[in-house]
């Protein structure tokens, strides 16, 4: 994927680059958070399954403590109010969805919307990524498939009686993604992430979850129109 900046042109201490990761890092940080919080939520849901779901936040917390560190390296503070915010949509939606015992809408805010926008971003950030944030987020990368395979079986193996819901919940939430990406955007940018190239990760990994768990290649196009309608 063509990248706006090499590694070498970056100066990771420059206060612009600084000012934009502290939002970024920010963003990664409450992301992980929100994802250990909502696999605590499904393990309640999901008795049968708790054991695996705990280990998967667990998971995600040490993600955290790592994109933690990352933002210490470069002597950034992240800007978590702004990540609260960035997270405001689907955290809403999904509390709602798990106050509702919508197991399905639960598992396709965390274990689809969420883990391919997280595969897609750092697919994209470690080309142009520090040494050591490289490194950290290579590392979180592949977790992020275990997450995303999770969701993945499960929706699979009770695809006709998700369907329906799953339809929905996409069209509830796939609009909020791209609001997030139009958000991030110049933030993206300086730290040598275009837009297009997230778009595109994600669409690629978002398609590709879809036609695992029984979608037909009509039925995915039609469900991804709902988020380009809004980018």
Same mark, same amino acid.
């Given at each position: 994927m063509q990248q706006v900046a090499a590694t070498s042109?970056?100066?990771?201490?420059?206060?612009? #680059?600084? +000012?934009? #990761?502290?939002?970024?890092?920010?963003? $990664?940080?409450e992301g992980e958070q929100e994802a250990y919080e909502n696999y605590i939520r499904l393990a309640q849901m999901l008795p049968n399954l708790k054991d695996e779901l705990i280990r998967l936040s667990k998971m995600e917390n040490r993600h955290?403590? /790592?994109?933690?560190?990352? /933002?210490?390296? @470069?002597?950034?503070?992240?800007? *978590? !109010?702004?990540?609260?915010? %960035? %997270?405001? =949509?689907?955290? !809403?939606?999904? !509390? !709602?969805?798990?106050s509702a015992g919508q197991v399905v809408t639960c598992l396709l805010i965390q274990s689809l919307i969420i883990e391919c926008f997280a595969i897609a971003a750092y697919n994209i950030y470690i080309p142009c990524a520090d040494d050591f944030a490289r490194k950290i987020t290579e590392g979180v990368v592949k977790d992020? #498939?275990?997450? @995303?395979?999770? =969701?993945?079986?499960?929706?699979?193996?009770?695809?006709?009686?998700?369907?329906?819901?799953? &339809?929905?919940?996409n069209r509830q939430n @796939?609009?909020?993604?791209?609001? *997030?990406?139009?958000? $991030?955007? +110049?933030?993206?940018?300086v730290l040598g992430m275009e837009k297009d190239?997230? $778009? &595109?990760?994600?669409?690629?990994? #978002? /398609?590709?979850?879809?036609?695992?768990? /029984?979608?037909s290649t009509r039925d995915i196009m039609r469900l991804s129109a709902y988020g380009l309608q809004a980018a």
């Open positions: 042109e970056i100066d990771f201490h420059s206060e612009t #680059y600084k +000012d934009a #990761y502290s939002r970024i890092n920010a963003i $990664v940080i955290k403590k /790592g994109f933690e560190a990352c /933002g210490r390296n @470069l002597q950034v503070t992240p800007d *978590m !109010q702004f990540a609260r915010e %960035f %997270f405001s =949509g689907l955290h !809403q939606n999904f !509390q !709602q969805a798990a992020e #498939y275990t997450h @995303l395979n999770f =969701g993945e079986v499960w929706l699979k193996d009770n695809f006709e009686q998700s369907k329906a819901e799953l &339809e929905a919940a @796939l609009p909020i993604v791209w609001q *997030m990406l139009n958000k $991030v955007e +110049d933030d993206a940018r190239a997230l $778009v &595109e990760d994600f669409m690629i990994q #978002y /398609g590709e979850t879809l036609a695992n768990i /029984g979608f």
